[in-house]
């Protein structure tokens, strides 16, 4: 069944850059992030890799985190969990990562790049969107390999991409849909995304017909009307989020801190308030 929603979204500068941000962290021109500076001494500066798909919700646990801890500025950089991997283990300087998945995380783990262990912080599924105007009529999940529907996935690698993939290898092994269903829906992808949210983007411009995104992406209240059809439960993803204080940390213990804010039962209501699912 397609449902009606209102959704708030960053438009075209998440088809070509890393994320939203509240603060904008300089890059080096091989693509690393320049360690933060501020001009007064007695300023702290954290500074969190964050996967796109979390932008509201860490957005406001930044914001929370700054009046618990007077005198410390939280610096997010929301991307592609496999980008920001990447941005660590080329030597950018940044205290907490928060994947949208294990693949990219136990990368930077394997390079030795994080202090202590990683912890689940909260869960995520994936979700059809479509347009408002529902051009292609979509009104199920078997619609998408209808001849001509134009969908959009994020890139293999990043979370979101492998989710959307994983979903049709269910597919592909159930008696409802079959290989030939997996075949049909991968000859429709017209583009993949560097993120989930150049995914929400292109759907929400009317550059695709169909994208495959998190549960959490289509909860976020705004001006931008699209509509959602469900993925069959047998056949979606439970999305785990790994968060882990990284050995580049300039001060390890704040770093904790901020995660623990997360794991709490305030920074988990944060989350489930953006639509994602709490860990207990």
């Known amino acids: 069944m397609v449902r009606k929603l209102i959704l708030l979204i960053c438009l075209l500068p ?12 300089p890059l080096h021109e091989n693509g690393t992030v320049e360690p933060p500076r501020h001009p007064n001494s007695n300023q702290s500066v954290l500074t969190v890799m964050t996967a796109a798909s979390l932008t509201e919700a860490f957005t406001e646990l930044g914001g929370l985190f700054e009046v618990e801890n007077p005198g410390v500025e939280v610096m997010f950089n929301f991307a592609g969990s496999q980008q920001l991997a990447q941005q660590i283990l080329s030597g950018a300087q940044a205290d907490v990562f928060a994947s949208a998945g294990d693949r990219p995380m136990d990368n930077v783990i394997g390079e030795g790049a994080i202090l202590g262990e990683t912890r689940i912080f909260t869960y ?3 979700i059809i969107v479509l347009p408002s105007d529902n051009p292609a009529g979509i009104i199920s999940f078997a619609d998408l390999a209808v001849p001509g529907v134009k969908l959009v996935i994020a890139a293999s690698g990043v979370p979101a991409g492998d989710y959307a993939l994983q979903v049709l290898d269910k597919a592909a092994e159930s008696s409802d849909f079959g290989p030939a269903f997996r075949e049909a829906v991968l000859a429709n992808i017209v583009s993949y995304e560097v993120n989930v949210r150049a995914v929400l983007t292109k759907v929400a411009i009317g550059e695709a017909d169909a994208g495959i995104v998190y549960t959490s992406d289509v909860s ?8 959602t059809v469900d993925i069959p439960e047998d056949l979606n993803i439970t999305a785990a989020y790994p968060i882990a204080v990284l050995s580049s940390a300039s001060d390890p213990q704040l770093a904790e801190a901020f995660i623990q804010l997360v794991l709490s039962p305030v920074g988990q209501e944060v989350l489930e308030k953006f639509g994602f699912i709490p860990i207990e």
């Open 14 to 25: 998440l088809i070509v850059a890393a994320g939203c941000s509240t603060s904008t962290l």
């Open 124 to 126: 995520n599924q994936m």
């Open 220 to 227: 976020i209240l705004g001006n931008q009307e699209l509509n």
